[in-house]
């Protein structure tokens, strides 16, 4: 594979020399000396690489490369598209809506009847959060759910792409006013599609899972 658009030297090092997850690094001198790049070049390279979630550094422990991980690369760019309005969340949901839609199929026909069980569980937990007394919006089943369903599915990047897009909509607040009947329907469209999928009927659960896409306002769209 040829390497010549991966810019940082450290990046490389870790490839050239098959660093694989939970192997600890030399020292950034000792890398400086083997790569002929400056400690100060090199130490800019790392933190890169720490904000991609390549690598970490502890005290004691020093550096040591950690599993990849593609949510980390991608969401610092989400995120900044959002907040600097060159992008807009709409945007990237039609990116998840696309992925979801797209892989329903393989991801869906993994799953386990433990996976099965906890979908159960998330369904009965957020159902106890909106008919409880005070209510509660179930934002966090509501991610879980989804993550859930598409566990098993062996592509990093797409798993890496759902969960960006988890974080970007939990800190885009979109749904913070959105009505209770809105959290019901979404959830009673939830409760038909994990039913779908007990009953190995994944070709209703697909299409209720572009129906609910529907249901949130045009401004927050897709749901």
């Not at 490389?12 to 400056?38: A, F, M, W």
Request: hydrophobic fraction near 45%.
């Amino acid at each position: 594979m040829q390497l010549n658009k991966l810019e940082p030297e450290f990046l490389k090092y870790l490839i050239d020399n098959q660093v694989v997850s939970g192997d600890r690094l030399p020292s950034l001198t000792d890398i400086s000396r083997e790569l002929g790049v400056s400690v100060g070049k090199l130490r800019e390279q790392l933190e890169v690489a720490r904000s991609m979630g390549l690598v970490s550094v502890r005290p004691r422990l020093g550096m040591q490369r950690e599993p990849f991980n593609f949510t980390p690369a991608v969401l610092n760019g989400v995120l900044f598209g959002l907040g600097s309005g060159d992008a807009t969340f709409a945007q990237f949901s039609r990116v998840r809506v696309a992925l979801e839609t797209y892989f329903w199929d393989t991801a869906v026909t993994q799953l386990t009847s433990a996976d099965k069980e906890e979908l159960h569980d998330i369904i009965a937990r957020a159902w106890g959060k909106l008919r409880g007394a005070p209510i509660h919006v179930p934002n966090g089943e509501h991610r879980e759910l989804h993550l859930k369903i598409f566990c098993r599915l062996d592509n990093p990047f797409v798993q890496g792409l759902l969960n960006a897009y988890w974080d970007a909509y939990e800190a885009s607040e979109l749904t913070r006013f959105a009505s209770y009947q809105y959290w019901t329907d979404v959830w009673s469209y939830h409760e038909q599609i994990v039913a779908a999928l007990c009953a190995d009927d994944f070709a209703t659960g697909r299409q209720l899972l572009i129906e609910h896409f529907d249901l949130l306002p045009a401004l927050f769209e897709p749901a």
